[in-house]
């Protein structure tokens, strides 16, 4: 399996516009996670999902955010209008639900917004 | 609800010196804490879990941690650093009906020869 993949790897955007991020989960997984990494806040997690449906999304920062999984195999990462501020590396995760069981990141978004 | 913390955003050691970095839960209930290494632009990837069968957890890259739950620590340990070490690393814990991962605020390991 190729892992959890991502795109784009980089988005340089300007302030205002739609950005759109893109994530592959492993096969057979059906959690779902999006996670988004700076260096004030760390990894905080955004939304999860648990068979395509969004089971909690407290951490969506505002409305500007918005996520959907269509189908167990795509998942897609929404920010409207874009912020400086919203720079950061954004981490999608899937696995198989439990507590104990392991979930493996794709290789993030680094998205700049100027 | 469950967190982590990790004591020390960098740890400094040398090349072939024991690698120590602390991590501390706060749970109401047996928790399942994690481990996660980061390398540079690289995503997170497992080192080891512990999800009650064995209080000692070996992990790759030969670290381990030890699960005590009268010290409510999870503290990784590697015996001898490499360079190849050098990294960031994560403490974390499930959280709520569904895996839920809570991340610590990660500690970076520097490795001098």
């Known amino acids: ?15 205002g516009q739609e950005v759109t991020l893109r994530c592959k989960p492993i096969s057979g997984h059906n959690s779902l996670f ?14 999860y999902f648990n068979n395509n449906v969004p089971i909690d999304d407290s951490g969506m920062p505002e409305d500007r955010f ?19 501020r919203d720079s950061a590396v954004y981490f999608c995760a899937s696995s198989y639900t439990g507590l104990n069981t392991e ?7 680094r998205l700049t917004v100027v | 609800a469950q967190s982590v913390t990790q004591l020390g955003s960098h740890v400094s050691v040398s ?6 970095l602390r991590c501390n839960y706060s749970s109401s209930v047996p928790p399942y804490l994690f481990w996660y290494v980061q390398y540079p632009n690289q995503g997170l990837q497992l080192l080891l879990k ?18 005590k739950k009268s010290e409510t ?9 490499h360079m190849s070490d050098a990294a960031e690393y ?3 814990v499930t959280q709520g009906g569904f895996q839920k991962l809570v991340f610590g605020t990660g500690t970076r390991l520097l490795v001098s020869p």
């Open chain 2, 15 to 20: 090349e072939g010196a024991l690698v120590l």
């Open chain 2, 50 to 67: 512990y999800t009650s069968a064995a209080t000692l957890v070996k992990g790759i890259n030969g670290f381990e941690a030890e699960f």
């Open chain 2, 73 to 81: 620590s999870f503290h990784l340990t590697k015996p001898s650093a």
């Open chain 1, 66 to 84: 918005s996520a959907k999984m269509p189908n167990a195999s795509f998942s897609t990462l929404k920010i409207q209008p874009s912020e400086p």
């Open chain 1, 103 to 109: 979930a493996f990141f794709g290789q993030g978004t």
């Open chain 1, 34 to 47: 999006w996670y988004r990494q700076t260096m004030m806040r760390g990894l905080e997690l955004l939304i």
């Open chain 1, 1 to 15: 399996d190729a892992g959890v993949i991502q795109s784009p790897r980089h988005e340089v955007t300007e302030m």
């Open chain 2, 90 to 92: 994560f403490c974390a």
